[in-house]
């Protein structure tokens, strides 16, 4: 079946005519949800199940970002809260293994929030290695300081998603924690030297370089592109990410109308896809930027789409699980830092 290389948003709670038009002409590989498309359980199942209905395919992927912490789309009252990255971070200096199964439950857990729901993809885990000094975006999202630490992290969430029949994105490739500014509002230049970035940055996702989807950084990376942020630079996906990390899966952009790419969206989509990412990510659920993206994103097909048919191939069936169980230990866990560390 045909499909074009791009994931979309969507506006609201439920389709309108002009997305339901949109959808079936455009054929997007998948979709992803934020929370201006989050209600209730039986709304977010009828939404995920139109999207699909109007793709017509039962197997077009729909995503979502749900960390915990402050990145969660969905939350109380219909859905519990989970802890931000930096609870499984000192969790893991007083006792790792306690820091890694907690990591673990908290994205098993999701991952049956979102198996509920239909959802098939989670934008976690995040080996991202922040800095003093650096924007709060990543902040306490992040799993550490170190890429041992980070790594090890990000493969219990991994693992807890797999587990629970979710496939896991891995972000934000080659690296975001050094970042000076929140990508959502301009373009952060990085001028650390390649081989610290190497021995640091670079080194927590080599480990993780297996998982079958990636998100790219819009972060300038000076000493390899000063010209390009990743997203849209052929050497950092060519030399770093595939090469260097050894990342071999389905490569997305970060979201295409964040104000740190230049241009307009149809420009930045070109830009995109003549770097080498397989996928353009369009989240806004603008209905005209949709169409831009749409004209400008190439058929899916050649490697980009073996990568998409294998990502989607890597989803296992949920294994068996007590959810109440899970969730008593999770807290258990959480329970040892103390009061205020969730």
């Known amino acids: 079946m045909t499909m074009r290389a791009f994931i979309t948003g969507v506006a609201g709670l439920d389709l309108t005519d002009a997305e339901r038009a949109f959808i079936r002409d455009a054929k997007p590989w998948g979709f992803i949800l934020f929370k201006r498309n989050v209600q209730s359980p039986a709304q977010v199942t009828a939404l995920v199940e139109e999207l699909r209905n109007c793709a017509d395919r039962a197997d077009a992927p729909v995503l979502i970002d749900q960390e915990g912490g402050r990145v969660q789309r969905l939350g109380p009252p219909h859905w519990p809260a989970y802890p931000a990255g930096v609870v499984f971070d000192r969790l893991y200096d007083l006792d790792s293994a306690a820091g890694l199964r907690a990591a673990w439950l908290s994205a098993r857990l999701i991952a049956d929030d979102l198996n509920q729901l239909g959802i098939t993809v989670d934008c976690l885990p995040l080996a991202d290695v922040p800095v003093a000094g650096a924007d709060a975006v990543i902040g ?180 068996s699980f007590d959810r109440g169980a899970a969730r008593a230990e999770l807290d258990a866990l959480i329970n040892r830092l103390g009061p205020a560390s969730a």
Request: glycine letters at 6%.
């Open 140 to 319: 306490d999202r992040a799993y550490g300081t170190t890429p041992a630490k980070v790594a090890a992290i990000a493969r219990a969430v991994t693992e807890g998603l797999e587990q629970g029949g979710v496939l896991p994105v891995l972000k934000h490739i080659p690296g975001h924690g050094r970042a000076t500014a929140d990508t959502h509002f301009r373009l952060p230049t990085v001028d650390t030297p390649e081989a610290e970035l190497d021995a640091t940055d670079f080194a927590a996702f080599r480990p993780l370089s297996d998982l079958p989807m990636a998100m790219t950084a819009h972060v300038v990376f000076s000493a390899i592109d000063a010209a390009h942020p990743a997203t849209t630079s052929a050497t950092m996906i060519q030399r770093v990410i595939r090469e260097r990390i050894g990342f071999q899966g389905l490569l997305m952009s970060d979201d295409v109308s964040m104000n740190a790419l230049a241009g307009s969206i149809a420009e930045r989509t070109r830009a995109i896809v003549a770097a080498g990412c397989d996928m353009v990510l369009h989240c806004n659920g603008r209905l005209d930027e949709m169409q831009a993206v749409a004209a400008e994103t190439p058929e899916l097909a050649g490697q980009a789409l073996a990568r998409a048919d294998r990502a989607l191939a890597a989803r296992k069936a949920p294994a």
